[in-house]
């Protein structure tokens, strides 16, 4: 993980100088992950005095910010930076029981332009690392089990397919709106079990992979 983080900050510091354009992202985030639907669901079974239900953390926020570097033909490369956050959150009178992750994704990108150039469609295909914070809070002060606070820490490595379009708004400027679909193949997160439901090795299952699906919108810049 630290290899690859290091490599990318060099990429990114040599293509100050011949980089072609940049884009800022800002998406609609849907995550979905069968077993953490399952630890919430089991944690809303087994406790049926709870004043409100957790709803299942799928709804979020994604940003990003993009680098890409000399064009050839319909073919460009490029390196990114994503954050994402999804919040699950239970409220009633007393307070609430909100559930926080957080994912950090330093990636590459291949951009992949329409032959039509008057079309301006593309695809982008992404592959990435991923750190992973996962937490509970109750009325706003952090949850503690017995012996450690409701906190995961994970690791893991995303995939993804894009299709947009890039819609020129003046010579230097253009407007991408874009649908993403992803998959999260691997994720290192032992201890999402005790945030989402407090027992360990009663979900089983390979906590944190998954699906997501983000609908968004980009401003990119070109430069000469």
Same mark, same amino acid.
Request: aromatic share 10%.
């Given at each position: 993980?630290k290899?690859?983080?290091?490599?990318?900050?060099f990429?990114m510091?040599?293509?100050?100088?011949?980089a072609?354009?940049?884009?800022?992202? =800002?998406?609609?985030?849907?995550?979905?992950?069968?077993?953490?639907?399952?630890?919430?669901?089991?944690?809303? $079974?087994?406790?049926? $005095?709870?004043?409100?239900?957790q709803?299942?953390?799928?709804?979020?926020?994604?940003?990003?910010?993009?680098k890409?570097?000399?064009?050839?033909?319909n073919?460009?490369?490029?390196?990114?930076?994503s954050?994402?956050?999804?919040?699950?959150r239970?409220?009633?009178?007393?307070?609430m029981n909100?559930?926080?992750?957080?994912?950090? @994704?330093?990636?590459y =990108?291949?951009?992949?332009?329409s =032959?039509?150039?008057?079309?301006?469609?593309?695809?982008? $295909?992404?592959?990435?690392?991923?750190?992973?914070?996962?937490?509970?809070k109750?009325?706003?002060?952090?949850?503690?089990?017995?012996?450690?606070?409701?906190?995961?820490?994970?690791? /893991?490595?995303?995939?993804s397919?894009?299709?947009?379009?890039e819609?020129r708004?003046?010579?230097?400027?253009?407007?991408?709106?874009?649908?993403?679909?992803?998959?999260?193949?691997?994720?290192?997160?032992?201890?999402?079990?005790?945030? =989402?439901?407090?027992?360990?090795?009663m979900?089983?299952?390979r906590?944190?992979? /998954?699906?997501?699906? @983000?609908?968004?919108?980009?401003?990119?810049s070109?430069?000469?």
């Amino acid at each position: 993980m630290k290899y690859f983080l290091t490599g990318l900050f060099f990429l990114m510091l040599q293509g100050r100088l011949n980089a072609q354009a940049w884009r800022i992202d =800002l998406a609609y985030h849907y995550h979905y992950s069968q077993t953490w639907d399952k630890a919430i669901r089991t944690y809303n $079974f087994s406790r049926p $005095f709870l004043k409100a239900l957790q709803p299942l953390l799928i709804h979020g926020i994604n940003g990003s910010v993009c680098k890409w570097f000399g064009k050839t033909k319909n073919l460009q490369h490029g390196i990114q930076v994503s954050y994402a956050q999804i919040r699950s959150r239970a409220r009633w009178d007393e307070g609430m029981n909100p559930i926080h992750l957080h994912m950090l @994704q330093p990636g590459y =990108l291949c951009h992949l332009s329409s =032959l039509r150039a008057r079309h301006n469609f593309f695809t982008e $295909f992404g592959l990435s690392a991923s750190g992973l914070l996962l937490s509970r809070k109750m009325n706003d002060i952090r949850a503690a089990s017995e012996d450690k606070s409701l906190r995961a820490l994970g690791i /893991g490595c995303h995939l993804s397919v894009s299709v947009g379009r890039e819609i020129r708004l003046s010579e230097k400027m253009e407007l991408v709106p874009f649908v993403r679909i992803g998959s999260i193949p691997w994720m290192h997160t032992p201890e999402s079990e005790v945030v =989402l439901n407090q027992t360990r090795g009663m979900i089983g299952g390979r906590m944190g992979t /998954g699906i997501y699906g @983000q609908i968004g919108i980009g401003l990119k810049s070109i430069r000469d």
